[in-house]
């Protein structure tokens, strides 16, 4: 990894914590109203994949934002979007579980657990009958690996040597339910076994993170089928705004916090890129700026017009949904 490249995660990953702080306070405003899933503390992880799968198309679920923004739609449209506007990437319609923009090659934002596997599946069927190198992505946490739909995806991605990655988000929990306590695994990368070759990373460490998944990409590329990656990190908040986490020890949250991606990141970056306390300063406040110019054109924007309430129902050129 280059310095510019680091210095670009490193930035990310703050824009990431302030944008989802900010919606955090937004939403107990009552600016934000549905469900809001925040990412702090899994930006390594939202961020780098972004980076290194920066060709091919992705699709992940609900724990979205940071991903979006990393994935080059703005900040702006995405703010927009959790504030129900018009401006929004979804139009104000699909809020923050439904972060979806073809142009970027980034199919959501899906709130079904798991439910967006099979569409991957689908898609890397696509692209490989099309003649396309660059793969698809598929984001899921640990939860999702209970579904049927992991494992009809797992089977039919590997009988058919399809170009796609799937990449394990294992934060240990799926809302308040401790993996242990729902599948006698700590690594979900043991189902994935049978079906392909699977890798881990240290997800709460940015450079692991974008190192493995260039790994897992050349594979893709080089077409030795589909390939799994499972990413150990954890997430600082509650599941959604409505629950208080409180099935955690304080000890634990501790050990958690103590491996802070952003910490570690800019770390890496005094240490080994040489970068200056006041180039990182400029960096953070570029990010402050970024998130206030956010809020501002959330707010300042117009409701969905009453028409948008029926548009977009039925499908009408699906065929070109993925062009
Ligand atoms: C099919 C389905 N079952 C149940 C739910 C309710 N639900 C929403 S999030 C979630 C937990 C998923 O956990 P995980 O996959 O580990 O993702 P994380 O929230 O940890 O990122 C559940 C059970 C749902 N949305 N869809
Ligand atoms: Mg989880």
Same mark, same amino acid.
Request: glycine share 16%.
């Given at each position: 990894m280059n310095k510019l490249l680091a210095e670009e995660i490193y930035y990310l990953m703050v824009l990431g914590r302030k944008f989802e702080f900010s919606a955090k306070e937004h939403y107990m405003k009552g600016d934000i109203s549905g469900f809001l899933h925040l990412d702090i503390g899994q930006e390594a992880l939202s961020v780098s994949a972004m980076k290194a799968f920066d060709r091919g198309d992705v699709f992940s679920g609900y724990r979205v934002h940071v991903m979006a923004i990393a994935r080059g739609l703005s900040p702006k449209s995405v703010m927009a979007e959790l504030f129900g506007k018009a401006t929004g990437v979804s139009r104000g319609k699909g809020g923050s579980m439904h972060l979806y923009d073809p142009s970027h090659f980034f199919y959501g934002g899906d709130a079904i657990v798991g439910g967006h596997l099979p569409n991957a599946v689908g898609c890397a069927y696509a692209r490989k009958y099309q003649g396309s190198e660059e793969g698809v992505m598929a984001i899921f946490g640990d %939860?999702? =690996?209970?579904?049927g739909a992991f494992f009809e995806s797992l089977n039919i991605a590997s009988a058919q040597n399809l170009p796609l990655l799937f990449l394990c988000e294992n934060n240990g929990y799926a809302i308040g339910t401790k993996i242990t306590s729902v599948t006698p695994f700590l690594k979900q990368s043991k189902k994935a076994e049978p079906y392909m070759r699977t890798m881990e990373v240290d997800g709460m460490d940015a450079v692991a993170v974008y190192d493995a998944l260039k790994e897992a990409q050349k594979s893709l590329h080089d077409g030795h089928g589909p390939i799994f990656v499972e990413a150990f990190t954890c997430r600082y908040? %509650?599941? @959604?705004? @409505?629950?208080? %986490? @409180?099935?955690? =020890?304080q000890l634990e949250m501790q050990i958690c916090k103590s491996q802070d991606p952003i910490d570690r990141m800019k770390k890496v970056l005094i240490e080994q890129y040489q970068v200056d306390t006041a180039s990182l300063e400029t960096l953070e406040d570029r990010a402050e700026r970024a998130v206030e110019e956010a809020v501002d054109f959330a707010l300042a924007s117009p409701e969905p017009d009453e028409a948008e309430l029926y548009q977009n129902i039925f499908c009408q050129g699906c065929a070109n949904v993925i062009s």
């Open positions: %939860g999702a =690996t209970n579904c908040e %509650g599941h @959604s705004m @409505s629950d208080p %986490g @409180s099935y955690r =020890t």
